[in-house]
């Protein structure tokens, strides 16, 4: 075997194993959450706030977010972002309607912009609905859903700035 033909099996077995070790359904999330840098949610309430107005605070500064009771009903979208393995930053988008705090609708949108991540964006699209819907927006933290850990955290950070807008 040629020098060339070592290096690219070599490298190709470098890729596998990163690709496997960081979306292998059932895998533990740790590894593949610590190559996630942080990104910043953003919200805007759906009854039309422009596009000029300045963003949403950063996930820090929602720790001082309402209490429970303290959300207005209505429709509110959020979108949150997180970082994959394959490096490329992914989106979730979140619409869902409040009721006396209570989400009793729900639609998510996710980016797809690589290919194994769509994989699993579908999966939890395809699942998060039973785990949110009927549920007070304070009590959801969203975790693994069919094997999706990382799309979770974009979810999670999209309700955070859904909770900041419905809060204020």
């Known amino acids: 075997m040629n020098r060339a033909s070592k290096s690219l099996l070599c490298a190709a077995a470098g890729l596998s194993l990163l690709s496997a070790a960081g979306c292998a359904a059932g895998e533990d999330s740790e590894s593949a959450d610590a190559a996630e840098a942080p990104a910043s949610p953003s919200a805007s309430q759906s009854a039309g706030q422009s596009a000029g107005q300045s963003p949403a605070p950063s996930p820090a500064a929602t720790a001082d977010a309402p209490a429970s009771g303290a959300y207005a009903d209505g429709e509110y979208s959020g979108t949150g972002s997180y970082i994959p393995p394959s490096g490329t930053s992914e989106d979730v988008d979140v619409t869902l309607r409040l009721e006396n705090n209570v989400v009793t609708e729900l639609e998510v949108k996710t980016s797809q912009k690589n290919p194994t991540s769509k994989q699993y964006q579908r ?21 693994k859903v069919a094997g999706s850990s990382l799309t979770s955290e974009g979810f999670n950070r999209a309700l955070d700035a859904i909770r900041s807008v419905a809060g204020s």
């Open 123 to 143: 999966e939890f699209t395809s699942n998060v609905q039973e785990q949110v819907v009927g549920k007070n927006i304070d009590e959801l933290d969203v975790h």
